[in-house]
């Protein structure tokens, strides 16, 4: 089992950046994969990156390709995504979740453990 701990989130200007964290705990953090998700209200949960257990595969909504990286250090045992250029229609409830397939999964019904979820507001 794994515990998924999201910080970073808060209110940032258009065209500005955030660095999103995912602290886990538990000693098997480096087979899971693990995808960021976001939920604007009145909106389902919606998919927004993914990383495989190693890292060498990702996987990135249309939305939000080329401003937007994932990136993890199982060291640490943590996640990252690093959020670039961004956009009112960024605003949303940004989450992490892990899937115990280990891969790039982007189909949130694939994840098996979630976090409570960072706030991330975009002004114009």
């Known amino acids: 089992q794994v515990q998924l701990v999201e910080s970073g989130g808060g209110l940032v200007q258009a065209g500005g950046s955030l660095r999103l964290s995912c602290a886990a705990s538990?000693?098997?953090?480096?087979?899971?994969?693990l995808g960021w998700f976001r939920q604007a209200p009145g909106n389902e949960r919606e998919f927004v990156a993914a990383?495989?257990?190693?890292?060498?595969?990702?996987d990135y909504s249309d939305s939000v390709k080329g401003r937007f990286t994932i990136s993890r250090d199982n060291a640490k045992n943590t996640l990252y995504l690093q959020m670039n250029s961004l956009k009112p229609e960024d605003t949303a409830v940004y989450s992490c979740?892990?899937?115990?397939?280990?891969?790039?999964?982007?189909?949130?019904?694939?994840?098996?453990?979630w976090g409570q979820g960072t706030q991330v507001t975009v002004s114009s």
């Open positions: 979740g892990a899937n115990l397939y280990g891969g790039s999964r982007s189909p949130r019904n694939d994840y098996d453990y």
């Open positions: 538990g000693r098997t953090f480096s087979r899971y994969g």
């Open positions: 990383i495989s257990w190693r890292g060498g595969s990702t």
